[in-house]
């Protein structure tokens, strides 16, 4: 194999993880917190909706992108509402978001299946763009990578050294605990579930603007789903999560690799890696219940309400 | 009555009333603490302790009354306005992280006040030695023992200044020689000048420790006094009333043949933060009741799930019926082979709190003949539902109730009811009548106490080293996975036991550790 | 501002109240929407839920739509009472439908009374084995059955492409995805005469009946509830966690592999790429609004199935998106989540609401 195919592999790889990238550190937060948000496919979905319209109507990506994250958060606080302000099921609250994202998404979007659009361009660094085999994959992507690679370090910090950090990590390992010593519980859900939905809204506009870039229905392809696989892969650590979510882009890209080395297998069948990827992971990671146990916020997806 | 003060009380409470859907908690409550004085609320389970304590400490709000701290009336906006003014509270069930160090649980209750970690740990550090109360900053809260967190708990209240410190029943989880400890600090405080809230329902703590005392009964003030002056039969009047019958004594029996033996029963746990159980062995005889003593988390659960069947070990011989070993039985075969179990928690595992009454009885009842060719004897059910309810006098609107609506009490004697019908040779208990009031538990200790005399086995592992006293026949204590020796209660001191909790057991060995010596 | 005040007890009559609202809910929002899109929102709403019905043809094609739903609903309604997230109804129904297809195809030449029961049954094992490796993933491998039944979902949706243009694909069918038609002996028949309503109705029916004896005469089942409601009970009390996981997924799988199997062999005849508009997705919300009762589901089933009819008589008639359906499934579930806050919560105005007078009340209640 040669290098110039390996540095493309590893061009893709990356770019097609970033949006797994985004979704699965909204979640990893959202999950510190203690609240499984199940409807990031319907968050995912309908960022990439709304930041497709108002990017072909305006013109302006950035309008696009910013829409985009406002559909995300939007979705969000829906969720909040009612897991949070209503203590429904969380399981089943997002679900519901996912189907109602879908259904919505779809709706929204049925005038513009498949209409073209100028979608994002890659923006490659001087000088560090030319380094053998690894300059393309970290330096020659579009902003929104970049921006995916600060969001990493930035949520890294968050819980490795900042107080809101240990708030969250307090808040979703023993709400009861932290109502009684007087940390905003609610607040502080409402704050990771928003930008859970934020991440997911970006993921969603990064799919239709700049990754492929148009709108078709269902175009998340389950990402949303893959996304919070990642994060129990990660085992709730930040670190882990850019691991998994380029691991994750290079099965995805798989049936391109196979291809380009000439191998001849149904393309269909490919498609199935990544879901089967995803199935394995789920059963490495957590076959060792206690482990599992261990490493899963305490509170993971139990509702709070202050009076009980 | 009171004189007039020079100086106000630290704190009034005037009137507090809260009304919660179907109880009132509070009802027109009246409370004077002063300063330096280590004041006792003394009541039964449900008599409204904990709501007061979270009106003082601003986590609930109340429906009518006002409170006056050091003579101004004030709103107490929440815990960390309580804390701004100097309340401090220890919980009960302690909100603590068990992730976090024992410097990043504090930093986190103190909020912006908390200033570097750092700085805080060496704060903690002297706190926590001038207080007589070793802690180490740096560790996480989950390998601290119960009575290292609650330091934890009382070392957040004193980082800061404090005026009034409020203990949540701080004595149930704790050891006897560790009561006495945490009373020196206790006085320590008073004496400089803090007041402190001791709420409580063990009376000789509190004619041991307390200045004053506030008697509540469903949720109504029905008694002020010293407790010096009084004795704790008049102590318990105030706090039961006068138609509840108080528990009394039970003649001590000696027990027969042994029908469980636990022979070598040595457990690795999965769990990081579990206790292994370390080569444990005893009999319980038909005819006896055995009390397991011990502080909660020396390996109580393991001991239990080891018992009953949930968790497998690995040692099959270990666990012996008088027809051979059942280690490798699963629950359902122990309770065919006599065995019957009444857990710790009632709601969530002892009954389904979502099922009616009828349902839960069904639980562990349907091996009496209450399933035919599959399908459920609705009607059986019913009536087994019907006499448990009767015959334990539960209190319930009938059989369709669920039992997440029932009291503590109630639920506890329709749990331990349902096992008993059933007519089980080995009857285990984990912490019988843990929080239920005293009538209940008064009726659940004269239900044990009538099933040994038809000739079961009974296991009561518990905490509350009193009830074991009062009901066993003979006594051990386990800690850190480890089981003391085994003696006749009228032979052995509370004391004795309370050194054996605490991993002391003395010259004398068990019998396992002398085998392997 | 409104508050939430806990109830002593869940409200029965909210529970089953709770989905007519969110129906009404949903209706009102829809106008609302029409409007906007400057429709009469009367007529819209005529269209999407009058109209398909408003004629025997229509009310028999209804049937025909909601069988498949009802089948994965009425088993997803044991899952979800062992509190298992069997979301795969959809990838259980595929694989049914392949599966089933599969035989088919390959008894295309055999005559007799035999061959449908063999049809049907290899579509049940279909839908059941996808079940099974769920139900495998979850009690070997501890592994979370919401995502495998999902990611399983689109394994068994590349699949079953794969089939229709690989090794399923009608050899004389000029190279359109599809297989070649069934024989009739492998043919569903139907259950009226002139209509399309076909045996998969009548299955949904005794399905309905089994599951309702199951959950609430059987032990089998009282144990399945146990489990849901408190797994830890439920291990005290001795029951097999495990065995409950694999039974309660394996009716599951099997009843949504009916559904798949009943659709090639009933209304299609042959195997095609869209077997499901997402039927096993609206059968999670059909389960969720039928409270997991069967006479909750039978109503929720049909009203899904008038739901996907509306929308494709919305596209007909009034130029709108066919993704209506899929917005409208979507809201229903929402409202009905918001509407159950009322089960255990009851609102309060505080400034309205003379709480001491309420709450003397409340204990009259419960002391009766």
């Known amino acids: 194999m040669d290098i110039d195919l390996l540095s493309n592999i590893l061009y893709a790889m990356v770019r097609t993880g970033t949006p797994l990238l985004l979704v699965a550190l909204g979640e990893l937060v959202c999950e510190k917190s203690g609240v499984l948000n199940l409807g990031q496919e319907g968050m995912l979905l309908m960022g990439a909706v709304v930041g497709f319209v108002a990017a072909l109507l305006s013109g302006s990506l950035i309008i696009g992108f910013l829409l985009a994250i406002l559909a995300g958060v939007s979705m969000s606080l829906l969720f909040g509402l009612i897991a949070l302000g209503f203590s429904a099921n969380q399981v089943a609250t997002g679900l519901a978001l996912t189907i109602f994202g879908t259904g919505l998404s779809a709706f929204i979007g049925s005038e513009f299946v498949g209409k073209p659009i100028d979608g994002l361009d890659p923006f490659a660094l001087p000088l560090l763009s030319e380094i053998p085999l690894i300059g393309k994959m970290l330096f020659a992507q579009d902003l929104v990578v970049y921006l995916s690679f600060a969001l990493f370090f930035a949520v890294y910090w968050f819980f490795r050294s900042s107080r809101a950090g240990l708030v969250v990590k307090a808040v979703g390992e023993n709400p009861h605990a932290a109502n009684a010593i007087g940390l905003p519980v609610m607040r502080t859900r409402y704050f990771a579930v928003m930008f859970g939905g934020a991440m997911a809204g970006l993921a969603g506009g990064y799919l239709s603007i700049a990754y492929t870039p148009l709108w078709a229905e269902n175009m998340s392809a389950g990402r949303g789903w893959i996304a919070l696989a990642l994060v129990v892969f990660a085992s709730w650590k930040v670190e882990r999560v850019l691991l998994g979510a380029w691991l994750f882009g290079l099965a995805s890209i798989l049936h391109l690799v196979f291809q380009g080395l000439g191998f001849s297998i149904s393309s269909n069948l490919l498609a199935t890696l990544p879901y089967a990827a995803t199935i394995l992971v789920l059963v490495l990671l957590s076959r060792n219940q206690v482990r599992a146990r261990l490493l899963a916020p305490i509170s993971l997806g139990k509702p709070f309400h202050a009076n009980s | ?517 | 501002m409104i508050k939430l005040e806990p109830r002593g007890q869940h409200s029965k009559l909210m529970a089953w109240l709770s989905p007519v609202l969110a129906g009404v809910l949903t209706l009102v929002s829809g106008a609302t929407l029409f409007a906007l899109l400057g429709q009469d929102p009367i007529e819209a709403l005529h269209t999407l839920l009058i109209l398909p019905v408003a004629d025997l043809y229509g009310v028999s094609e209804l049937f025909v739509k909601a069988a498949p739903i009802l089948l994965c609903a009425i088993g997803l309604s044991v899952v979800f009472k062992a509190k298992v997230w069997n979301i795969g109804a959809e990838g259980q129904l595929l694989m049914g439908g392949l599966i089933g297809s599969a035989c088919a195809l390959q008894l295309i030449d055999a005559e007799g009374g035999w061959v449908l029961p063999v049809v049907l049954l290899s579509g049940m094992f279909g839908g059941a084995l996808w079940a099974a490796l769920a139900a495998w993933l979850k009690t070997h491998f501890n592994a979370n059955e919401i995502l495998t039944t999902i990611m399983l979902n689109y394994i068994a949706l590349n699949l079953l492409i794969w089939a229709v243009h690989g090794p399923l694909k009608d050899p004389e069918g000029f190279n359109f995805p599809e297989s070649a038609m069934f024989s009739d002996s492998a043919l569903l028949p139907t259950l009226i005469e002139g209509t399309r309503v076909h045996y998969g109705m009548l299955f949904a029916l005794l399905a309905l009946v089994a599951v309702w004896v199951l959950l609430s005469r059987s032990f089998l089942g009282f144990q399945i509830k146990v489990l849901g409601l408190d797994a830890r009970a439920a291990r005290l009390a001795g029951f097999r966690e495990k065995r409950l996981t694999w039974i309660a997924l394996l009716i599951s799988g099997a009843l949504a592999g009916l559904a798949g199997v009943g659709e090639v062999t009933g209304p299609l005849g042959q195997l095609v790429p869209q077997i499901s508009p997402g039927y096993g997705y609206a059968a999670i919300i059909v389960a969720f609004l039928g409270r997991l009762h069967p006479v909750g589901i039978l109503l929720a089933g049909l009203l899904m199935a008038l739901i996907y009819m509306g929308g494709e008589m919305a596209q007909i008639n009034l130029g709108l998106p066919i993704a209506l359906t899929g917005l409208f499934q979507g809201m229903l579930l929402f409202y009905l989540l918001a509407c159950d806050v009322l089960i255990n919560f009851r609102i309060r105005i505080p400034a309205l609401a003379k709480p001491v007078a309420e709450t003397i009340a409340i204990q009259e209640e419960t002391a009766r």
């Open chain 2, 1 to 517: 009555m009171a004189e007039p003060h020079i100086t106000p009380p630290r704190l009034t409470l005037r009137g507090i009333t809260k009304i919660y859907p179907g109880c009132v908690a509070n009802d027109a409550i009246d409370l004077n603490i002063e300063a330096a004085e280590i004041h006792a609320l003394l009541g039964e389970n449900g008599a409204g302790k904990s709501t007061l304590m979270k009106v003082i400490y601003g986590l609930v709000k109340p429906d009518h009354g006002e409170l006056l701290w050091d003579g101004l009336p004030i709103d107490v906006r929440d815990p960390a306005h309580a804390r701004k003014l100097g309340i401090g509270m220890v919980f009960q069930h302690f909100s603590l992280f068990e992730t976090l160090t024992v410097t990043e649980n504090i930093a986190l209750a103190l909020g912006e006040d908390a200033g570097d970690l750092p700085a805080l740990a060496e704060r903690i550090r002297e706190v926590s030695e001038k207080y007589g109360m070793a802690l180490n900053p740096d560790r996480e809260v989950h390998s601290l023992s119960v009575g290292e967190r609650q330091r934890v708990e009382i070392v957040r209240c004193l980082v800061q200044p404090i005026k009034l410190l409020i203990l949540d029943e701080p004595t149930s989880v704790l050891t006897p020689q560790e009561v006495g400890t945490l009373f020196v600090t206790l006085r320590q405080l008073a004496e400089e000048g803090c007041s402190i809230l001791f709420i409580s329902h063990k009376l000789n703590e509190v004619r041991a420790l307390c200045h004053r005392a506030t008697i509540l009964r469903s949720g109504r003030v029905s008694g002020e006094c010293i407790p010096t002056e009084e004795s704790s039969e008049s102590l318990a009047r105030m706090m039961v009333g006068d138609d509840t019958p108080i528990s009394t004594d039970y003649p001590k029996v000696q027990g027969r043949e042994p029908f469980l033996q636990v022979r070598g029963l040595t457990r690795l746990s999965e769990d990081p933060f579990g206790v292994d159980l370390q080569s444990i062995s005893f009999d319980v005889q038909a005819g006896e009741i055995l009390g397991i003593a011990g502080v909660a988390g020396n390996g109580q659960e393991e001991l239990l799930g080891a018992l009953s069947g949930e968790d497998e070990i690995e040692n099959h011989d270990a666990i012996h019926f008088p027809h051979g070993a059942v280690g490798q039985l699963s629950p359902r075969q122990r309770r065919a082979a006599g065995m019957a179990f009444v857990p710790e928690e009632r709601l969530g595992r002892g009954a389904v709190p979502d099922m009616s009454l009828k349902d839960n009885a069904l639980l562990t009842g349907f091996l009496t003949g209450l399933v035919k060719r599959g399908l459920i004897a609705h009607g059986k059910t019913r009536d087994f539902a019907e006499q448990i309810i009767e015959r334990y006098r539960v209190k319930t609107p009938g059989t369709e109730t669920h039992a997440a609506s029932l009291s503590g009490g109630n639920l506890q004697k329709f749990i331990i009811g349902r096992e008993i019908m059933q007519q089980p040779k080995l009857l285990i208990a984990a912490h019988p009548t843990w929080g239920v009031d005293i009538g209940a538990a008064t009726a659940i200790h004269k239900a044990l106490i009538e099933l040994r005399d038809q000739g079961a086995a009974i296991l009561v592992v518990s905490e509350d080293i009193d009830e074991l006293f009062q009901i066993s026949d003979r006594i051990g204590a386990l800690c850190h996975g480890r089981l003391s020796p085994i003696k006749a209660t009228p032979q052995t001191s509370i004391t004795e036991v309370g050194r054996w909790m605490a991993g002391d057991f003395g010259e004398s060995m068990t019998p396992a550790e002398t085998a392997s010596a």
